[in-house]
Antibody, heavy 115, light 108 residues
Framework: QVQLVQSGAEVKKPGSSVKVSCKASGGPVSSYAISWVRQAPGQGLEWMGR????????NYAQKFQGRVTFTADKSTSTANMELSSLRSEDTAVYYC????????WGQGTLVTVSS | EIVLTQSPGTLSLSPGERATLSCRAS???????LAWYQQKPGQAPRLLIH???SRATGIPDRFSGSGSGTDFTLTISRLEPEDFAVYFC?????????FGGGTKVEIK
């Protein structure tokens, strides 16, 4: 059974950056794409993009192009999402998701952007 | 970008009743790339249906998905107490991934 464990909650100032990690275990995680999805408080789900660690190829949703970077460390089965130039609207729970569809989800990481 | 519109926004039903949730796309979605998720408060979403009609592992058969093109439906044949939650549809085609705004199924 694949498990995804994310890093802890973060509080950031506007204009700064945040990095969220996602460690995978169990199952053939190295072959899975890892997507990142966020959910603002009380709102719906928003796809940010995906990375295929085995190919080291990342695709970003147009909205986040230039502001988000996905990386993956195959040796530790860890994926990372870094979002820069943070603003209050980036306050959300960020999820990593593995699988061809949304088969496996991390527990979520709350990122709060506040001055 | 494909926009997904879910209706109704809220569905008020009693346990044992049938729930029918709609997801309409702004352009045609390959049936292979339409999924449904359930989300409960404070939890990550859980995959219910992929490929428009295939149940994910461990999902009870009271959940079923149908539809094609631009109109898709999630049906819960008989609501159990644990089914009261928010449901999202998702399309995951070549042009990217988008989610619907969600339907809340609440206890009447």
């Amino acid at each position: 059974q694949v498990q995804l464990v994310q890093s802890g909650a973060e509080v950031k100032k506007p204009g700064s950056s945040v990095k969220v990690s996602c460690k995978a275990s169990g199952g053939p995680v190295s072959s899975y794409a890892i997507s990142w999805v966020r959910q603002a408080p009380g709102q719906g789900l928003e796809w940010m993009g995906r990375i295929i660690p085995i190919l080291d190829i990342a695709n970003y949703a147009q909205k986040f192009q230039g502001r988000v970077t996905f990386t993956a460390d195959k040796s530790t089965s860890t994926a990372n999402m870094e979002l820069s130039s943070l603003r209050s609207e980036d306050t959300a729970v960020y999820y990593c998701v593995a699988g061809s569809v949304g088969d496996y989800w991390g527990q979520g990481t709350l990122v709060t952007v506040s001055s | 970008e494909i926009v997904l519109t879910q209706s109704p926004g809220t569905l008020s039903l009693s346990p044992g009743e049938r729930a029918t949730l709609s997801c309409r796309a702004s352009q045609s979605v390959s049936s292979s790339y339409l999924a449904w998720y359930q989300q409960k408060p404070g939890q990550a979403p859980r995959l219910l249906i992929h490929g428009a009609s295939s149940r994910a592992t461990g999902i009870p058969d009271r959940f079923s998905g149908s539809g094609s093109g631009t109109d898709f439906t999630l049906t819960i044949s008989r609501l159990e107490p644990e089914d009261f939650a928010v449901y999202f549809c998702q399309q995951y085609g070549r042009s990217g991934v988008t989610f619907g705004g969600g339907t809340k199924v609440e206890i009447k």
